[in-house]
């Protein structure tokens, strides 16, 4: 019987061949706290000339999304030809909170607002990704202000921009490229502005999802196929970002991640605040780790999960979802003990009293740094509109920067040797091991890890 040659993939080769922007390090900015950014962004807009994006999962109605769109507003007034839209994800503006009255929306808010201001325009989109928000939603991340991108996980509320005593902790980056700007708004307005499911929030009525089922059908068709358009203008010898877009299966950010992981010759970093990985990336972990490379993960606390409820307080289902991350995660560290035991496979968890944890993000051998708000999970590898920004520093022009922000990040984390340190779920409250065990019982248990 003939023996099939054994060939080898070349992941090398296809971060070589993406097309990529030259970026000037001076240009390249990252704050490392919340509320910082939220003043940096303040200040950008109100610096604004010509154009206003920002797209965000959602721009919540309170303090910070009303002082958002106060200083839109004010800029709008004051300089009447500036271009801003918003867009934010459909589903999530038309719905109040959990327990809310479901008259109390973002949506609603945005009406009332435009009232206020009858002659100022600034249109606020919502995209509808899929039919259903369990399906897919609006997950893409950038704001962009005239040539700057400002990029992060973060949507706009009190938590998300630390206008209060509570913050929700992310990354917060600052690149000014004007072809990079150009990209992300000319994306906009080929592939989202043409389409009819587009409809804007700040209106009296919206039409209901049974009447645009078609419109949104078509859209998510057309994304699937869409990317970044742009004129390359960098080598692999130089400092680079590239911006790249994914909705599907086997969408283009999805490959990027898989090849970045693959090209790891010392060590790769991770950080995703909830811990599902899809199948693919467990496997591309574990070779990597027989392979001597190094591995850390940084993940958020089960207490430091926005879905957490501290068993002092009403419970509700959702509340199950930090423990179901936890079960995953001990099971992964018990399955790779012994690459913790050699130092090789490093876990951290990240917690600060009772703040949240929302980073994402991919570091490699300081050479590669992916900035995204893809979560690592099959939901974000599936369902939801994605994006990032790869950067590629061969010369490591952006290194102290991005160790900045790393080593940032690791001060509020606590290295995990050993998965007994990870509580087992027999130890949970009550109601949670009740939740766990129906679930397990009628196997819905992995319904629910496809779509987290």
Request: glycine share 4%.
């Given at each position: 019987m003939m023996r099939i040659p054994f060939i080898k993939y070349n992941?090398?080769?296809?971060?070589?061949?993406?097309?990529?922007?030259?970026?000037?390090?001076?240009?390249?900015?990252?704050?490392?706290?919340?509320?910082?950014?939220?003043?940096?962004?303040?200040?950008?807009?109100?610096?604004?000339?010509?154009?206003?994006?920002?797209?965000?999962?959602?721009?919540?109605?309170?303090?910070?999304?009303?002082e958002i769109l106060n200083e839109l507003y004010q800029i709008k007034q004051q300089r009447p030809n500036l271009d801003i839209k918003i867009f934010v994800d459909w589903h999530r503006a038309q719905r109040g909170r959990i327990g809310e009255d479901k008259a109390h929306t973002n949506a609603n808010y945005y009406y009332q607002l435009k009232q206020q201001h009858p002659d100022i325009d600034i249109p606020i989109y919502g995209v509808p990704v899929n039919r259903r928000e369990i399906l897919g939603v609006l997950h893409l991340k950038g704001f962009i202000i005239d040539d700057t991108v400002i990029y992060s996980g973060a949507s706009i509320n009190n938590v998300y921009l630390h206008k209060r005593e509570k913050y929700r902790y992310d990354r917060y980056h600052f690149i000014t490229n004007p072809l990079l700007a150009d990209s992300m708004v000319q994306f906009i307005l080929d592939h989202f502005l043409p389409y009819q499911a587009l409809q804007l929030l700040n209106t009296g009525t919206h039409k209901t999802r049974k009447q645009i089922k078609s419109e949104i059908k078509t859209l998510r068709q057309h994304l699937m196929d869409a990317s970044y358009q742009y004129n390359a203008n960098a080598d692999n010898q130089t400092l680079s970002v590239s911006p790249i877009m994914g909705l599907g299966r086997n969408n283009a950010l999805n490959k990027i991640i898989h090849h970045l992981i693959n090209v790891t010759e010392q060590q790769i970093t991770f950080c995703t605040p909830y811990f599902n990985l899809p199948s693919i990336l467990v496997r591309d972990i574990i070779r990597?780790?027989?392979?001597?490379?190094?591995?850390?993960?940084?993940?958020?606390?089960?207490?430091?999960?926005?879905?957490?409820?501290?068993?002092?307080?009403?419970?509700?289902?959702s509340g199950g979802l930090p423990y179901l991350y936890e079960i995953n995660l001990r099971s992964f560290i018990e399955r790779l003990q012994p690459f913790i035991d050699k130092e090789q496979l490093i876990i951290r968890l990240w917690k600060d009293e009772n703040q949240t944890y929302h980073l994402k993000g991919i570091w490699v051998d300081n050479k590669w740094v992916l900035i995204t708000g893809n979560n690592l999970n099959p939901r974000a590898w599936r369902l939801d509109l994605e994006n990032g920004i790869l950067i590629h520093d061969p010369k490591q022009e952006l290194r102290d920067k991005f160790n900045q922000e790393l080593n940032t990040i690791r001060q509020k984390t606590t290295l995990v040797t050993h998965f007994q340190q990870i509580q087992a779920s027999q130890f949970y409250p009550s109601q949670v091991h009740k939740l766990i065990k129906r679930l397990s019982r009628i196997k819905v248990d992995r319904i629910i890890k496809r779509l987290l």
């Amino acid at each position: 019987m003939m023996r099939i040659p054994f060939i080898k993939y070349n992941h090398q080769k296809h971060l070589d061949e993406l097309a990529k922007i030259q970026q000037d390090a001076r240009q390249y900015y990252i704050c490392v706290n919340p509320k910082a950014y939220r003043l940096a962004l303040i200040e950008s807009i109100k610096k604004a000339q010509h154009r206003i994006y920002i797209v965000a999962l959602y721009l919540e109605q309170d303090e910070a999304g009303q002082e958002i769109l106060n200083e839109l507003y004010q800029i709008k007034q004051q300089r009447p030809n500036l271009d801003i839209k918003i867009f934010v994800d459909w589903h999530r503006a038309q719905r109040g909170r959990i327990g809310e009255d479901k008259a109390h929306t973002n949506a609603n808010y945005y009406y009332q607002l435009k009232q206020q201001h009858p002659d100022i325009d600034i249109p606020i989109y919502g995209v509808p990704v899929n039919r259903r928000e369990i399906l897919g939603v609006l997950h893409l991340k950038g704001f962009i202000i005239d040539d700057t991108v400002i990029y992060s996980g973060a949507s706009i509320n009190n938590v998300y921009l630390h206008k209060r005593e509570k913050y929700r902790y992310d990354r917060y980056h600052f690149i000014t490229n004007p072809l990079l700007a150009d990209s992300m708004v000319q994306f906009i307005l080929d592939h989202f502005l043409p389409y009819q499911a587009l409809q804007l929030l700040n209106t009296g009525t919206h039409k209901t999802r049974k009447q645009i089922k078609s419109e949104i059908k078509t859209l998510r068709q057309h994304l699937m196929d869409a990317s970044y358009q742009y004129n390359a203008n960098a080598d692999n010898q130089t400092l680079s970002v590239s911006p790249i877009m994914g909705l599907g299966r086997n969408n283009a950010l999805n490959k990027i991640i898989h090849h970045l992981i693959n090209v790891t010759e010392q060590q790769i970093t991770f950080c995703t605040p909830y811990f599902n990985l899809p199948s693919i990336l467990v496997r591309d972990i574990i070779r990597l780790l027989r392979k001597g490379r190094q591995v850390e993960l940084i993940i958020g606390d089960k207490e430091a999960n926005d879905f957490y409820i501290p068993p002092d307080k009403p419970f509700n289902i959702s509340g199950g979802l930090p423990y179901l991350y936890e079960i995953n995660l001990r099971s992964f560290i018990e399955r790779l003990q012994p690459f913790i035991d050699k130092e090789q496979l490093i876990i951290r968890l990240w917690k600060d009293e009772n703040q949240t944890y929302h980073l994402k993000g991919i570091w490699v051998d300081n050479k590669w740094v992916l900035i995204t708000g893809n979560n690592l999970n099959p939901r974000a590898w599936r369902l939801d509109l994605e994006n990032g920004i790869l950067i590629h520093d061969p010369k490591q022009e952006l290194r102290d920067k991005f160790n900045q922000e790393l080593n940032t990040i690791r001060q509020k984390t606590t290295l995990v040797t050993h998965f007994q340190q990870i509580q087992a779920s027999q130890f949970y409250p009550s109601q949670v091991h009740k939740l766990i065990k129906r679930l397990s019982r009628i196997k819905v248990d992995r319904i629910i890890k496809r779509l987290l």
